[in-house]
C-alpha cells in the first residue's frame, strides 16, 4: 500500500538524489509553490541533490530561465533534464529526417536553435513546410489555450498516408496552466499512434530523459546508489511510471492533475480513494502526498 506522507522531511534523510517534476509539483505555469520549495532548498540543506526533470519541450537553457522569471530559487535545485534536451538529441541524430515540420508554439523555436555544441558533428536540421518534410517535431499544439489534438487528425491522416515518423518532444498529456487545463505534445502523439500513425518519445516515462538525468547527476559529482534515488511528480502514468520503471522509489503528488479524485482536501488525500485509483491506473508508487512540502 502506498504511504500517505505529510512532507518530503518524513523520509527524505533515506535519498541521496531527488529527481523532480516541475509542472504540477514546483509550479503551475504561472507561479511557483512556495512550499515545494521550501522542501527542496530543506532536502538539499540536508545533503540531498535535487535534479529537475521535466517534459518541457526546451532545451535546460531556456527552462532555465523561465524558472528565473518566475522566481525559483536557484538554491532549490542543482540541475535540470529537460524532454526538449533528450528529443533534440534525437532529431539531431536523424531520427526523423533532416527536413522537417515543426507542429507547436512559436515559444519553442528554441528546440531548433538553441544547440549543443556536437550539433555540427550531424547533418544540419531545416525546418520546412508540411509538404517538404520528410518527419514531424511537435512541441505541442499552435494555440495552446483554445485548441486540441483532434484539430490536427486531417493532417496528421496526410502524415501517416505518406509515412511520416512523428517526434514527441513533450509526452505529457495534458497540464495546468494555472485554472486552464491544456494539451501537450503527448496528446497529439498519441492520437497519431492511436491513427496507426509511428511516434517517437524521448521524455518521461520513456528511458532517454532519465539516462540524460543520471549523466547530469554525474557531472555535477553526485555518486549515488539506485536505492537512494526518489522520483516525484503528480504524473502517474510519466513521472510515477518511469520511475518504478527505472527501479527507484517515487513519490507522488496526489495534488496535481488528479487532485479531484483524492477527496475535498487537496492537502490531505484519503488513503481509500488513492488505493482504489492507484489500482486502476496500475501504478503503485512508494510514497503519496497532497502537494510536496
Not at 528529443?87 to 507547436?104: S, Y
Request: with cysteine; aromatic share 8%.
Amino acid at each position: 500500500m502506498t504511504r500517505i506522507l505529510r512532507s518530503f522531511a518524513e523520509v527524505s534523510a533515506i535519498y541521496d538524489l531527488a529527481l523532480v517534476d516541475l509542472w504540477g509539483c514546483v509550479h503551475n505555469g504561472e507561479d511557483i509553490y512556495p512550499a515545494a520549495e521550501a522542501a527542496l532548498i530543506a532536502f538539499r540543506k540536508g545533503g540531498g541533490r535535487v535534479i529537475l526533470v521535466t517534459n518541457a519541450p526546451r532545451p535546460e537553457a531556456g527552462v532555465r530561465a523561465r524558472l528565473d522569471e518566475m522566481g525559483l530559487s536557484p538554491d532549490a535545485y542543482d540541475a535540470i533534464a529537460t524532454s526538449g534536451d533528450a528529443a533534440q538529441q534525437g532529431m539531431l541524430m536523424g531520427a526523423v529526417g533532416t527536413k522537417v515540420w515543426h507542429l507547436g508554439p512559436d515559444k519553442d523555436d528554441g528546440f531548433f536553435t538553441d544547440l549543443p555544441d556536437w550539433a555540427g558533428e550531424y547533418p544540419a536540421i531545416e525546418r520546412v513546410s508540411f509538404e517538404d518534410a520528410e518527419g514531424i517535431v511537435c512541441t505541442g499544439p499552435f494555440e495552446e489555450l483554445t485548441e486540441t489534438p483532434e484539430d490536427y487528425r486531417g493532417r496528421l491522416l496526410a502524415a501517416k498516408a505518406r509515412g511520416l515518423k512523428l517526434l514527441c518532444a513533450n509526452p505529457d498529456i495534458v497540464v495546468d496552466y494555472g485554472e486552464t487545463r491544456i494539451y501537450c505534445a503527448g496528446a497529439i502523439a498519441q492520437l497519431y499512434d492511436q491513427m496507426g500513425g509511428e511516434s517517437l518519445y524521448f521524455g518521461k516515462p520513456h528511458p532517454p530523459i532519465y539516462d540524460l538525468a543520471r549523466r547530469h547527476a554525474q557531472r555535477i559529482g553526485v555518486a549515488f546508489a539506485e536505492d537512494r534515488i526518489i522520483a516525484i511528480g503528480d504524473g502517474i502514468q510519466t513521472d510515477v511510471k518511469g520511475g518504478m520503471a527505472e527501479g527507484v522509489d517515487t513519490l507522488f503528488i496526489t495534488g496535481g492533475l488528479a487532485a479531484e479524485e483524492f477527496g475535498p482536501d487537496v492537502e490531505h488525500p484519503e488513503q481509500a480513494l488513492l488505493d482504489a485509483w492507484l489500482t486502476k491506473e496500475g501504478q503503485s508508487p512508494t510514497y503519496a502526498i497532497g502537494r510536496l512540502r
